[in-house]
């Protein structure tokens, strides 16, 4: 099983990035996926899901809503998360998980950083 996210870097506030979750190992068309941030000395949070099969389900964190979308390529099983208008604040280790009851798989994160 694997999780491997790609796509972040540093970005000048304003900016975007396109992050991708690869996935492999397992089906992931029937699992909900998320993505997670975890900034130095917080504690990881939320960003965004997507329910699986049909992705209808989307769900936002506050701070990105309006910037940020979630969408998923259930037959090329990769995730993504387009980030636009980009600050200061979102700078942070970028986590892809996906979960289906009580089994839930992690990536090893990826550093975004938006700064001038």
């Known amino acids: 099983v694997q999780l491997v996210e790609s796509g972040g870097g540093l970005v000048q506030p304003g900016g975007s990035l396109r992050l991708s979750c690869a996935i492999s190992?397992?089906?992931?068309?029937?699992?909900?996926m998320s993505w997670h941030r975890q900034a130095p000395g917080k504690a990881r949070e939320l960003v965004a899901v997507?329910?699986?099969?049909?992705?209808?389900?989307?769900v936002y964190a506050d701070s990105v809503k309006g910037r940020f979308t979630i969408s998923r390529d259930n037959a090329g099983k990769t995730g993504y998360l387009q980030m636009n208008s980009l600050k200061p604040e979102d700078t942070a280790i970028y986590y892809c998980?996906?979960?289906?009851?009580?089994?839930?798989?992690w990536g090893q994160g990826t550093q975004v950083t938006v700064s001038s």
């Open positions: 190992g397992f089906s992931f068309s029937n699992f909900h």
């Open positions: 998980k996906a979960t289906l009851g009580t089994t839930t798989y």
């Open positions: 997507i329910s699986g099969t049909d992705s209808r389900n989307i």
